[in-house]
Structures are given as C-alpha cells and as structure tokens.
C-alpha cells in the first residue's frame, strides 16, 4: 500500500457539491468562482463535485493547478462487478486526487458502516488517492453526551488499516450530522473541543503523523459564520455544501 502524496497549506476550504452541478453547470460555476478568485499561496481550495462532472471541472481548472478535485465516494474494490459504482483507481485514472469516505448520507442515508469506511480508505490510499475521512455524531447521541466516543470510534475503524506514516497524508471532517444541511451550525466553541478530541485520538493512535493531519469542520457554514469557525482553535478548514453551490457565495467564503 502507498501513501498518497499531498501538500496542503492550511485553511483548507472544501466545497462538497453532493448530486448537484452536472458538467455544463459546473463550466459555469468555474468560469465566475476563477475570475473572481485569484490563487492564493496560503489556503487550498478543494471541489468534490459529481463524479460525472469530474472531467469538466478538471478541464476547466487547467490553468489552476493549485485548485484540487476530488469525488464524493467510491467503492473498497479495485474492479469488478458492482454496477454502478465507482474504484478508487478509476477516479485517480479521471484525475481526482482525494476522495470523501464516510460522508453522513454515506454513513446514514446509504447505510454505509464504520468497517466499510475502513476499507474505503485503505483502497483510496492504495491508489494514490487522498481520503477525508468524514467523522460525526448524530443529534440523539450528542444528547445522551456521546459525542467523542461516536467520533473516536470512527475515527478508529476509518483509519485501522492503515501505518502511522500513511495517517499522516489524510484529512478528516468534524461533521456534526445535526448540523448538515440544517442551518444549524455548531459554535466555534462546540467545534473546538471536538476538534481538540479529535486531535489528540489522532495523536494517540498515530503519535507525531497524527499531529500533522488537518481536521476540517462541516455543517452549515456560510460567508458570515467562516470567519469565526477557521478562527477557532483546533480549525483546519471547512467542508462546505449548500452555501458552495453558489459562485458568487462561495469566492466570498474562500476570500475569507
Ligand atoms: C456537507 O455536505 O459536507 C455539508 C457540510 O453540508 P452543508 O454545508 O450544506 O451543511
């Protein structure tokens, strides 16, 4: 198995474009997002878009190299007969570099389990493929005050097979499934302490490589709540839906 290979410079901010934006749609949104956002050499920007519209936004971020494109998911196998799905050797073959694994409407709408995820990393990497492994606590489980056990417990299957030196080329999302797509948003300080958690699992698990991973926050964030969820301690970046399927929007929440 391969590390993948990935510089990133913090903040990081992530648009996740779920099953919207088809290719036309997507030339579109990168035509106005390019002329209004210049590169900048101390941020990176990431677009998950639908993998059938990968080649158009790869085709029109040519110039911008520096922008990185990922898909949303993929299958644990290389090849073979499951229809309708995707391997991690096909997306790096279209020319993703990362990858979601364990998105929470992977996790909670597609069923998909904590030992899955772990298989989904483990192939994204062995491809050369950088994962975000997606983390997150559901509503009721926050209640009965479960939040860092359901975090450090997918934190642990998404990761278990990998080495410690191999952790270090991942990135991992706090996102709190309560917050997604709700308009409710977690205060930087909830954000913070779990970010805090999550970074000294990380640690745990894979001491000095552990410290290196970025950890991104996601759910709900928009142009006036960035600045103070990337100002809050333990904050990598953002992994942002809705408010990243508008242009305009989201060259104000990357300018942050
Ligand atoms: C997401 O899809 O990862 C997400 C955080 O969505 P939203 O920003 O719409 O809550």
């Not at 990168?30 to 209004?36: E, I, N």
């Not at 952790?167 to 977690?186: C, D, F, H, K, N």
Request: with cysteine; glycine share 10%.
């Amino acid at each position: 198995m391969t590390g993948a290979a990935h510089e990133v410079k913090t903040p990081i901010f992530a648009a996740n474009w779920k099953m919207n934006s088809g290719p036309t749609e997507s030339r579109a949104f990168l035509r106005t997002f390019l002329a209004r956002n210049a590169r900048r050499p101390d941020r990176t920007v990431m677009f998950f878009p639908p993998a059938l519209s990968l080649a158009a936004v790869r085709d029109s971020l040519r110039e911008r190299p520096d922008i990185l494109v990922g898909v949303q998911n993929i299958h644990w196998e290389a090849k073979g007969a499951f229809t309708g799905e995707n391997s991690a050797p096909i997306a790096k073959d279209a020319g993703a570099t990362h990858v979601l694994v364990g998105h929470s409407e992977r996790r909670h709408v597609f069923g998909e389990t904590d030992e899955q995820t772990g298989k989904k990393v483990a192939a994204a990497v062995a491809a050369g493929l950088t994962p975000m492994l997606c983390v997150g606590e559901k509503l009721e489980e926050r209640e009965r005050g479960e939040t860092e056990a359901v975090v450090v417990r997918q934190l642990r299957a998404g990761l278990a097979a990998l080495s410690n030196a191999q952790i270090a080329s991942v990135l991992i999302a706090y996102e709190p499934v309560w917050a997604i797509g709700t308009g409710r948003t977690a205060t930087p300080a909830d954000a913070s302490v779990v970010h805090v958690a999550t970074r000294r699992e990380l640690t745990s698990i894979a001491g000095e490589h552990g410290a290196k991973v970025p950890i991104l926050y996601g759910g709900s964030v928009n142009a006036q709540n960035v600045r103070a969820l990337l100002d809050a301690p333990g904050v990598d970046g953002v992994l942002v839906g809705g408010a990243s399927l508008d242009a305009e929007g989201w060259a104000t929440i990357v300018r942050s």
